[in-house]
Structures are given as structure tokens and as C-alpha cells.
């Protein structure tokens, strides 16, 4: 269960805020409730993940520090696969798709519909799969 604090506004219930964590000492992740929120591993809060609002092709929820791919049909002849980390944009308040050869693809400008990504790790158990991207 992910820690989450459920949002409504004049009765409108928004999205969720959710986190999950990396646990350094154990080398997992830790999907707990909210007394997850409360706890520090020292001075270091890059294992904080925050849900993104978006969902993936086949149903899961993609975190910030997910690694994801993205499959792009131009026409009947060209395919194009690309491998990005989503990360907080901080200028812009935003999520973001990146990696080292297209850049930043802001949440904004993330045009591409669920059927299109794919979580296929995390920034902390997978970081091979940023290799070459």
C-alpha cells in the first residue's frame, strides 16, 4: 500500500498524492503507509517518489525515478522505441520524461496517450536499463 493523502476540493475528489520509497539498507522498495512520510534515511531524500497521475499501458502507476519506454508509430514503416527516466522539473513544476540524447519532454508536452509507455523499472534497481538510451 502506498502512502497517500487524498485530496478533494468543494466536494471534487482530486487525484492522489502517493509516494513510494527506496529502502537504501534493504535494497527495496517500500510501498508503506503513511508513517512512511515521517521517516529520514539521514540527510538523503533522493529515494522519495512521488505518483505521477499517469498509468501505463498495461495498468501501473508511473513514480518519479521510473524508467519507461516509449513506443512511437510514425507510419506503417517506421517504429521507433526510446527508453526515458521520469523525474520532477523543478522550472516548470512539473514531471518530466528524460534522457541523454532527446533531452527533457516536459508533462506538458507528454502528448503521448497510455497506450504508448511502459514502465519497465526504477532509477534504483534498474539504472542498466539508462545505459545507452
Request: net charge negative; charged share 30%; glycine share 10%.
Amino acid at each position: 500500500m502506498e502512502a497517500t493523502l487524498p485530496l478533494t476540493l468543494k466536494g471534487n475528489k482530486m487525484r492522489e498524492i502517493k509516494f513510494r520509497f527506496w529502502d537504501y539498507k534493504f535494497k527495496k522498495m517500500d510501498f508503506g503507509g503513511g508513517d512512511c512520510l515521517l521517516r529520514r534515511k539521514g540527510d538523503d531524500h533522493s529515494g522519495i517518489m512521488q505518483f505521477t497521475g499517469l498509468i501505463d499501458k498495461n495498468g501501473e502507476e508511473v513514480y518519479e525515478g521510473d524508467i519507461i519506454k516509449r513506443i512511437a508509430y510514425y507510419n506503417s514503416d517506421r517504429r521507433e522505441e526510446k527508453i526515458f527516466s521520469v523525474k520532477y522539473h523543478e522550472p516548470f513544476a512539473c514531471f518530466s520524461f528524460e534522457n541523454s540524447i532527446d533531452g527533457i519532454a516536459t508533462y506538458g508536452d507528454i502528448h503521448w496517450n497510455k497506450w504508448s509507455i511502459e514502465v519497465i523499472g526504477n532509477i534504483y534497481e534498474n539504472p542498466e536499463l539508462l545505459k545507452g538510451e
